[in-house]
């Protein structure tokens, strides 16, 4: 995450050598006497070697004596290959070429698996074959499928067989053959699990097995490790956790059995290599993807998870799952790279019981000291996304909570990032986050205007050494990411809290407020601005300090989000500038991918006609206020006096359902007079507007007639005086103008169509 990203480390941990196969049950059906032995040949004859874990990447392994192949049987391959590449084969042709050569493998499936040149014409043959072919080409080399997977060019193999079953899998009848084969494989990965786990190939085929078993797709990216930049937006609160997510696709049926078994058995039989499985990169990633494919299943995550953390007694109630004398060995594991990735894991799909005991027993009281560290910081920053409650909050803040200029100092922000989210998802601490940041960046003696630019040059500001108040702006440095990210959740606070952060980004000058506005995360922290409940004035002061840029802002990818932005924002001058600004540069950003501004903002029916779509605009905005009072939160009703939009940050529990009618509206009222927004479009003779006009009076006067019923409400008074008149015409409350939209809308389609107004006249 930002500066604290650090990579996995490449070496790997030289312990639990010469591991032997074990003898005991594996909790699978069928006959355990034929088991593939790690430095064995398939006869179960030893051979003596290293272990797996000790050969490079690119280190030929001698698990398995490999024979040569036959030169007559390259020669039908490559015969094969080269049918394939001429694509002059039929469908049907095809099937039955792959049929006759997966024949051909039958006993010699290790040897054609791990050459280089064969194995790319065996991925084609299977997935190309039916599933019986398929299945028996499996159960063939069932006994040597680890050594296949472990191999360089028959991981790939493994990989493509494994998608195919996948493949298969949507027929119902393919079920139980698939199962049958499956279930044979896990068998024998059982047997000696650490090598096959241990290995930066088979590790990924291992991974993609617990995926078919699961029914999830091979390359789903929720079950492999997800980008830095994913899991950031997760605890920053800007994407739902994975873990929470329901909506993950299936792409064939499961054996959540086998997967339950698989997994379970793996860690019984590596008991003894639990501590370099620990630290190994690759073995890491295993127990991460099986960890998350068992999310729910809280029973088989309450065992796994404590013999993860290096437990050793099994069936203990809750409250004494950690075993107090592992605890020092788990806090210093968190400092190695591939634990503390599989522990931020483990705190994401742990049980409530097993949380609150990792929390009690093993982080309390060291989070400052773990926080300090390049790898352990991430584990707490996980620790602290999947607080449960407020007492977590309670207990984290009491030891982080005067730390955050320490922790600033070390580059630690995305602690400080992490806890502001927590505490602004659990609606704790608020205001003591903002006093605490603020007060991290700028001392008592001086003034606020300087807390948004130090934050958004975090590095910037903390290591320029000596006296630090005499900082300023620098020049051609890009902002801090984890900096900026940090604004946008504090302008998710409610206004009380926010006033110096606000103070100081509508202080800051043009030229400042410009060169944040095209940097990337510095337009986002522009957009939160001007999407908080801050008041208009305040929205307005910042907004106008952009103005001659809209047009070059509008050209950059993140700056256009930007414009538009700040014309939602906008009052009805400011809106009038910022498209008479994108009028002048339309032909140049019409073809870029930022074009779409002119049609959300109506550039064509501005430059065609610019009063009426003055008058359009000021229509939208007495609609989107009379809306927001009628319906709106009282956060919005406070902020109705200004000469903005009411605030549209909501309480997240309605804030999708007013967006959604906000665009409603939007939509409604941009075709109303569609033809205004083409250029070419024929205009109405003045007979028509006047006889349009006096059809639509007569019908909304027989509307108000019969709700005479209801005392009728007085007229607010009208934020835009220079528009008063216009937007008075067609202003009833907010629950009649937004029934009535579709209504409205026909109107104005009469007013083009008059052919077909009379008719609707006449009926």
Known sequence: MGEDNQSYKHGRNKKGLGRKAKKENFGFDGDNSNKYVSGGLIDGTMKGRKSWQHHNASEPQTSVVRKQVDPELVKYFSEIANLFESNEVELEERSVLCRSALEETRGKEFELATDYIISHTLQMLLEGCDVDHLCGFLRGCAEV????????????????????????????????????????????IVGNPVDLMCNCYGSHVLRSLLCVCKGMPLDSSGFHRPKPSIILAERLNLNAPRSDRNDTPYSHPAFPDLLKSLVSEMLRCSKNDIKMLQTDQYSSLVLQTALKLLVGH?????????????????????????????????????????????????????????????????????????????????????????????????????????????????????????????????????????????????STNESPRCIVPRILFLESYFSCGGDRSNWNWPNGVKMHVIGSLILQAVFRFQSEHIQPFITSITSMEADHVFETAKDAGGARVIEAC??????????????????????????????????EKCFTAGSLSLREAIASELSAVQIELSKTKQGFLLRKLDIDGFSARPDQWKLRQSSKQTTYKEFYAAFGSSETNSSKKDTFLADPSKPASNSNNIKTMREEIDHCLGSAAPSMSLSGSKRRSEKEEQRSEKYTKQEMGDDVSKGKKKKSKKKKDQVFSEDAGASSKGAENATKQFLSSDKEVKKQHSKDKPSKSSKKLKA
């Open 145 to 188: 499928f680890p050594a296949i997977a472990m191999d360089r060019s028959g991981s790939h193999v493994a990989e493509s067989a494994l998608k195919s079953l996948a493949m298969h899998l949507q027929d119902e009848q393919a079920y139980s053959v698939v199962e049958e084969t499956l279930t044979m494989i896990c068998k024998v």
């Open 298 to 442: 809280d029973q088989d995550l309450l065992k796994i998870i404590p013999t993860l953390l290096g437990c050793s007694k099994e069936n203990v109630g809750e409250g004494n799952l950690i075993e107090m004398t592992v605890v020092g060995d788990v806090l210093e594991l968190m400092k190695e790279t591939a634990f503390s990735h599989l522990m931020e894991v483990i705190l994401e799909v742990a049980p409530e019981s097993l949380y609150n005991e990792m929390f009690t027993k093993v982080f309390k009281n060291s989070l400052f000291n773990l926080s300090t560290h390049h790898c352990a910081n991430f584990v707490i920053q996980a620790l602290i996304s999947h607080a449960r409650n407020q007492d977590h909050m309670v207990l984290i803040w009491e030891e982080l909570g005067a730390k955050f200029r320490e922790l600033f100092e070390m580059g630690r922000a995305g602690v400080i990032a992490a806890l502001i989210a927590a505490n602004q998802r659990l609606h704790t601490h608020e205001r003591k986050c903002c006093q605490a940041l603020s007060a991290a960046v700028c």
């Open 530 to 563: 001007l999407s908080s409940n801050a008041s208009g004035k305040q929205k307005h002061r910042l907004v106008v300090k952009l103005r001659g840029h809209f047009g070059e802002l509008s050209m950059h990818s993140s700056g256009s989000f930007t414009v």
